[in-house]
Structure formats: structure tokens, C-alpha cells
């Protein structure tokens, strides 16, 4: 057996985690797969999996080995998909990272539409607030609130989301209601940290023409963004957040908007990718798709009075 299709069996023993789901989802024999296996670790002089009468576990050398077939599977579709013709339904495997509030209240509400234009394609979405590294994760491409400081990644700016200021109204009780930025000396604010950073608790906001930072003592401070809606929540202080994540709360009155004539500054959202002159089929509609929804989802939301644009 060829030494691609032995990388395309390891990648389906990786994933569906048996030999036998592997050799069922490939139409190949339990026997074929395990021996193309035993082969493969033979070649590569490593051990891939740790087998037992009830489970199949992947050793460290494997998940590196997985990382690394996954691009090569992946640029090999893409180089067969330059000379396919451009009708031919887009289909496989797209993995896709984004913070937690995109995706449960953008993306995953809005994709029943992209299955039914594309239900070849097969998604893998990731809800994290923190930076990745595709190659080792094995990403296709990620949606992230910062512009790419990589210079081996091309980005694509998708939108703006308003962010606001809010809190609890227990906090609020207790501490009063700032009407101005001048209130704010006597407030306390929920620290976020990001991970292998050190942490600052201080609040932006455009005014003068420009972004003011006013740093507030914290008693509290958390990474992640469910984590930090929570702890706002809970009334430990100030929070900035976009208004797409805390839709609900507000609506429910568990957090209050506070100093709605000083916005933060809005956060951008960043589409980004491996560079290369052709994308995969399967990854160009996924690009192209989040680009469409976002820009029309803005267009709705402005005719609704909230404050939202693309930037191509």
C-alpha cells in the first residue's frame, strides 16, 4: 500500500480512535488497516499507538505524526484541486477555531444554511479565546479579535463589534452607577489575562479623539471569556465585552450597561490562514461564507441603529 493512503488509515485510527471504526469508515479491511499500520511503524521506527484489548491510544511521536499528515493530506488536495473543475462540489474536512461568543452567536445559529450549500464538507469548530498555533493543532484557519503578528499567516479583516461597559446590579448597588470617566476612581474592574501574558486590569474608551486607558484595582482577574462574563455576573467589578456576548444577559438584566455615551474602543475580527496562492476548495467556501454572513449580518444590525462595517 502506498505510503499516502497508510497516512490517510493512521489519520482515521487517530481520530475515530479504533482500527476497526477506521477500517469500516475507509471500506477496508479490519486486517489491511492493521497491518498497513504495523508496516508504517516499522518504516518510521516509532511507536504511533498504544493498543490494548479495549482501547487505542496515541503515543506523543504519533500526535506529532498526525500533525504533520494532516498538512501534507491537505496541501496534496490541494494541489489535485488545482486542475479540478471549479463546478465540482467542494468536500472533506475543515478544522476552524473562533472565540466562544462568535461562534455560539454567529456562526454555529447560521450553519444549518452553509450544510445545505455545501453538505459535503464536514466541520470541526473549536470555541477557544486564546492564540493557537495551526500547524500544531492542526487548524485550517482561525477567527481571532487581533490582527495576525505572524508573518506566516495572511489575514482577512471580517468586522467590527461594538463593545460596551456593564456590570451587576448588586454591583452597581453597592458601588453606584458611574455617569462619567471621572466616576470611575471609586470602581473596581474584572481582570483578564491572556495566556503567557501578565495581566492588566484597566478599561479603554474613545474619547478626545483618541483611547484612554484607566487602570482599576481588581480583586478578581480570569482568562477566557465565558470566565470574565461570569465573573461580571458575579459582581466583582466593571467588564468591557462586546454587546454580541452579553446579548442575553443584558436582556435578562443580569448585567447593566453603564456609560453607553463612551464606547470602548469597537473589536475587529480577523479571519487568518496559512498563505499560499490556492486555498482547498473545502476552506475557500468556509472563507467566503464567514466573509457573506458577517457582512450581512452587519447590514442588519445597522438597520437596526447598532453600529457595524465591514472593511475589505
Request: some cysteine.
Amino acid at each position: 500500500m502506498d505510503q499516502v493512503q497508510a497516512m490517510k488509515i493512521f489519520v482515521r485510527i487517530a481520530e475515530l480512535e479504533s482500527f476497526s471504526r477506521a477500517a469500516e469508515d475507509l471500506d477496508l479491511p479490519r486486517a489491511t488497516v492493521s497491518t498497513t499500520l504495523k508496516r508504517l511503524e516499522q518504516r518510521l521506527g516509532v511507536r504511533l499507538f498504544l493498543r490494548t484489548t479495549r482501547q487505542v491510544k496515541i503515543t506523543e511521536e504519533g500526535k506529532i505524526y498526525y500533525q504533520r499528515c494532516l498538512h501534507l493530506l491537505a496541501a496534496l488536495e490541494e494541489t489535485d484541486a488545482l486542475f479540478a473543475h471549479h463546478q465540482i462540489q467542494p468536500s472533506g474536512t475543515v478544522r476552524i477555531d473562533m472565540p466562544h461568543s462568535v461562534a455560539r452567536e454567529r456562526v454555529i445559529p447560521s450553519l444549518k444554511e452553509f450544510y445545505q450549500r455545501y453538505p459535503q464538507i464536514n466541520l470541526i469548530l473549536s470555541a477557544n479565546d486564546n492564540a493557537i498555533n495551526l500547524l500544531d493543532q492542526g487548524v485550517d484557519c482561525v477567527v481571532r479579535a487581533w490582527p495576525s503578528e505572524d508573518d506566516n499567516l495572511q489575514s482577512r479583516h471580517l468586522t467590527d463589534l461594538v463593545q460596551i461597559t456593564c456590570a451587576s446590579a448588586a454591583y452597581l448597588t453597592q458601588f453606584g452607577t458611574p455617569l462619567t470617566l471621572a466616576d470611575l476612581s471609586t470602581h473596581h474592574a474584572v481582570g483578564y489575562f491572556f495566556a503567557h501574558q501578565r495581566a492588566e486590569t484597566h478599561l479603554e474608551f474613545v474619547a478626545g479623539g483618541g483611547t484612554e486607558k484607566i487602570y482599576l484595582s481588581s480583586a478578581l482577574t480570569v482568562s477566557g471569556a465565558d470566565a470574565y462574563v461570569a465573573a461580571g455576573k458575579a459582581g466583582f467589578g466593571l467588564i468591557q465585552v462586546s454587546k454580541l456576548a452579553v446579548e442575553q444577559e443584558l436582556a435578562l438584566g443580569t448585567l447593566i450597561e453603564v456609560l453607553p455615551d463612551v464606547l470602548p474602543p469597537p473589536m475587529p475580527l480577523y479571519i487568518m490562514y496559512p498563505p499560499g496562492r490556492f486555498l482547498a476548495p473545502r476552506i475557500r467556501v468556509l472563507l467566503d461564507w464567514l466573509i457573506t454572513l458577517f457582512s450581512a449580518q452587519n447590514c442588519a444590525a445597522e438597520q437596526k441603529g447598532l453600529n457595524g462595517k465591514i472593511v475589505e
